[in-house]
């Protein structure tokens, strides 16, 4: 899409929206369904395939934040919303519930002051649960736990599904998608601002700048400047589903000032991760996992949960979070320069995205952007690719009706060619077959796409012989696969 014109009667948009991570995706989706012209634009092929595609993946209560704090009030709220929104749109969640668990007698000594905290936040449901209970819930745990603080509003959820799922919703409520499209200066007016792209300018009333690593940058070409990125590298391990029976709940451990640290988590795919690191590194774009950080990993883990090292590695990945020198997240509208600053989303935006679209939504309002009074739509149904609920190739009605949804492509995550086929024909479908790993799990599982990639890329389009140049190298032919399944 290329071209001035940002609505049909050549006028400005009223809104451009650069990111289209989960953060920028939820703040389209609401004012979109609020009838705001907008435009998202992302550097990248398809949205959320920034930090929003490899985290942690978990539903966060907020109940550690900083009382008080942005942070603190947009999270509570928005893994409300989230919780709700995912249930009417199909985003895997499963309410495993958190235990945070203390290895040490100081770690002890913290826990009254961490339910404290909670309860401060809003949170009050958290419990202590002593020694037997632990080791009774969680078996598999590894010996000398002292104790452990319950978080039962604690989630686990697919994060691929959500930022998906907002955008789908915001193309149907008329928000345009500009994808492969960097932005690389604005030119901002008084009538209109001029967001120049790689494939042309985009007019607009207003920015909002969600672009997370690089939302300094953004920052700067508004004439800001207050702040710096600093990326913060996780890594993480995705077990194999093997390993899933070894916990029931997320174990966490007691957060230090400046990580949550390194937790074992199930995953909505039935793997389980172990991560994230924390390191701060100077490249926004260095994904890499290293041999330190996931060696330092599996000794967390062998402590934890010592089962889990004995386990297949299905993948490693990493992830970078967006920190700045404040802690808290960085929003604010400028009504003189039409201009808002979504940033710093460190470690939770992904539970606090719909909170974050709902705070900069009444921002922006009542800094004179207009919005409409139409009531909310309902999201869009989303296809499903949890593990806890009935895929299709479980679904005997389903296969009956159309047997495509009988015939798997790929084994290891039983994806069928039903799936494959509708991802092609959505709205918003992939780009590439990273992105159909992401609408549907196929390549993800443990073969690594060693069976099944010359099968889906041929039905995706690029012929049997371009799925080994598509794919990554075959599992067998590489150390753990560099990926970043959640
Ligand atoms: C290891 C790790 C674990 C985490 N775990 C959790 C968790 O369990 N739960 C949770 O809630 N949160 C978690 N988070 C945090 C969460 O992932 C982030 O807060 C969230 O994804 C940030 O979303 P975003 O949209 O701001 O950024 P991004 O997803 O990075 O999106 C920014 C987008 O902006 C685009 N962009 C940047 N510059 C430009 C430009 N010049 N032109 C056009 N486009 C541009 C990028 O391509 C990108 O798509 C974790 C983060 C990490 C790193």
Redesign the pocket.
């Given at each position: 899409m290329t071209g001035a014109a940002e609505t049909g009667d050549g006028l400005p948009a009223d809104v451009a929206i650069?990111?289209?991570?989960?953060?920028?995706?939820a703040i389209a989706r609401a004012l979109a369904c609020q009838d705001v012209s907008c435009v998202l634009?992302?550097?990248?092929n398809d949205?959320?395939?920034?930090?929003?595609?490899?985290?942690?993946?978990?539903?966060?209560t907020g109940f550690d934040t900083v009382p008080g704090s942005l942070e603190s009030r947009l999270l509570r709220r928005g893994s409300v919303l989230l919780a709700d929104y995912a249930r009417r749109a199909g985003i895997p969640v499963e309410r495993t519930g958190a235990l945070l668990v203390a290895w040490t007698p100081e770690q002890q000594g913290e826990l009254p002051a961490i339910e404290d905290k909670a309860r401060r936040n809003g949170v009050t449901d958290v419990r202590r649960v002593g020694t037997s209970e632990l080791y009774r819930r969680e078996p598999h745990l590894g010996p000398g736990a002292l104790g452990a603080l319950e978080i039962p509003g604690e989630s686990i959820i697919c994060?691929w599904t959500t930022s998906l799922a907002y955008a789908t919703q915001a193309l149907a409520a008329g928000a345009r998608l500009r994808l492969r499209?960097?932005?690389?200066g604005i030119r901002a007016g008084t009538a209109e601002h001029q967001v120049v792209?790689g494939t042309g300018v985009v007019r607009c009333r207003w920015v909002v700048n969600?672009?997370?690593?690089?939302?300094d940058?953004?920052d700067a070409m508004m004439g800001g400047g207050a702040f710096t990125i600093c990326p913060?590298?996780?890594e993480?391990i995705v077990f194999d589903k093997l390993a899933r029976p070894l916990l029931t709940s997320i174990l966490l451990p007691v957060p230090t000032a400046r990580t949550k640290g390194v937790l074992v988590a199930p995953t909505v795919y039935g793997n389980v991760l172990l991560?994230?690191t924390a390191e701060d590194i100077p490249d926004r774009g260095d994904v890499a996992t290293t041999g330190p950080g996931l060696a330092s990993l599996m000794d967390a883990g062998r402590r934890i949960l010592p089962g889990l090292v004995a386990e297949e590695v299905t993948a490693t990945y990493?992830?970078?979070?967006?920190a700045t020198a404040d802690r808290d997240y960085q929003i604010r509208v400028d009504p003189a320069r039409r201009y808002a600053c979504?940033a710093g989303?460190?470690?939770?935006?992904?539970?606090?995205?719909l909170g974050i679209a709902e705070h900069v939504t009444v921002l922006l309002a009542d800094a004179g952007l207009r919005l409409g009074d139409r009531p909310e739509p309902d999201p869009p149904v989303m296809p499903y690719i949890g593990q806890a609920g009935t895929r299709p190739y479980q679904d005997a009605a389903r296969i009956a009706a159309d047997p495509e949804y009988g015939r798997i492509a790929c084994h290891c995550e039983r994806v069928t060619r039903g799936e494959i086929r509708d991802a092609l024909a959505a709205p918003l479908p992939p780009a590439d077959l990273d992105g159909l790993r992401r609408r549907t799990r196929v390549l993800n599982g443990r073969c690594q796409g060693f069976y099944c990639a010359a099968t889906v890329a041929a039905l995706f389009g690029g012929g049997a012989p371009a799925a080994a140049a598509a794919v990554r190298p075959a599992a067998a032919e590489r150390p753990p696969a560099e990926a970043e399944p959640a």
């Open positions: 650069i990111g289209a991570g989960v953060v920028g995706t634009i992302d550097a990248a949205v959320g395939t920034g930090t929003s595609k490899a985290n942690t993946a978990i539903l966060h994060p499209s960097r932005v690389t792209t969600a672009a997370g690593l690089h939302s940058t953004i913060r590298r996780g993480l991560g994230p990493a992830g970078l979070r967006a979504v989303i460190r470690s939770t935006g992904l539970s606090a995205s």
